[in-house]
Nanobody, 124 residues
Framework: QVQLVEFGGGLVQAGESLGLSCVVSGLTFSSFAMGWFRQAPEKEREFVATISRSGSTTVYADSVKGRFTISRDNTKNTVYLQMNSLKVEDTGVYYC?????????????????WGQGTQVTVSS
């Protein structure tokens, strides 16, 4: 049974930083790309960042490029999202997801397993 559990959400002020982590169990973690997505109130879920199975390549949404960093530790079955210079518009529920591909992908349909989500709130 595949499980993804996110940690690290919270309330911060604009300009501050926050780190998220996602621990994965029930599969060979190093075989699959991973991604982070988010959903703001009354909006559709959107892509944030993805990382290949080895961690050698990453892709970011334009809205977070230069501020967010995705990384992974295959020895700990964990994927991370470091968020710096947070903006009010970064507020939302953040989900980690496991891709069916080994390469990084921005397509939501490529992801088969999702965490429960963690709330990130950025105040002005």
């Amino acid at each position: 049974q595949v499980q993804l559990v996110e940690f690290g959400g919270g309330l911060v002020q604009a300009g501050e930083s926050l780190g998220l982590s996602c621990v994965v169990s029930g599969l060979t973690f190093s075989s699959f790309a991973m991604g982070w997505f988010r959903q703001a109130p009354e909006k559709e879920r959107e892509f944030v960042a993805t990382i290949s199975r080895s961690g050698s390549t990453t892709v970011y949404a334009d809205s977070v490029k230069g501020r967010f960093t995705i990384s992974r530790d295959n020895t700990k079955n964990t994927v991370y999202l470091q968020m710096n210079s947070l903006k009010v518009e970064d507020t939302g529920v953040y989900y980690c997801a496991r891709s069916l591909t080994w390469y990084d992908t921005v397509i939501q349909m490529d992801y088969s397993d999702w965490g429960q989500g963690t709330q990130v709130t950025v105040s002005s």
